[in-house]
């Protein structure tokens, strides 16, 4: 469901439509029920006796729903963004549409990878390489997203309006990626028990 907002989300900054928006915040509407029923499900199952193992493993299906439900946020984040960029006739730079491009394919290629590895967990070890190395990549081009953002601007390149929008959208990317990222390690920790 998370893949489905993200990939319902991202092309709203191009091409903004209600009733993408409206399907975004029905499925972010059924993710976040689905957690609350996974934790009263988990909290249900901790009040029994459990092994130092099953209590670990308890905890990381917990924390693991939670990040997939902190994630839908940040995508219904991003459409909300959109949303204001889209009335407000807001234009970025291309520049700034090409910088978030790049952050968007490789928070997606994160997302994706996160989803294969709760789906199928075993044989993980390169697949989680490869979210936190692009969660590293992902921090790096946020930071030169916002410092040449600043460039462009004093160099009235940009309009004021765009900054804000600009840089919240990079900000809920990265976080995105950082909840792939929670993800890949927790699932790293049910590979790796004995």
Known sequence: LAQRVYRLAIPLREAYGEEIRRKVLYVEMVIDHLRREIVAYLRRLSCRPLSPLLSRDLFVYTAIADDIERMSDHMVGLVDLSRTKALGQIGFSRAAEEELEEIERLVGLNLD??????????????????????????????????????????????????????????????????????????????????
């Not at 929008?165 to 990222?181: A, P």
Request: net charge negative; hydrophobic share 40%; charged share 30%.
């Open 113 to 194: 990878d996160a989803v294969t590895l709760v789906c199928s967990p075993a044989g993980g070890q390169a697949r989680r390489a490869d979210v936190t190395r692009r969660e590293e990549e992902i921090d790096v081009a946020v930071r030169q997203a916002r410092d040449r953002h600043l460039v462009r601007f004093h160099e009235g390149l940009c309009r004021a309006e765009a900054g804000p929008v600009f840089l919240e959208m990079l900000i809920h990317l990265e976080r995105i990626s950082d909840h792939c990222q929670n993800i890949a390690d927790y699932m790293g920790e049910l590979e790796g028990r004995p």
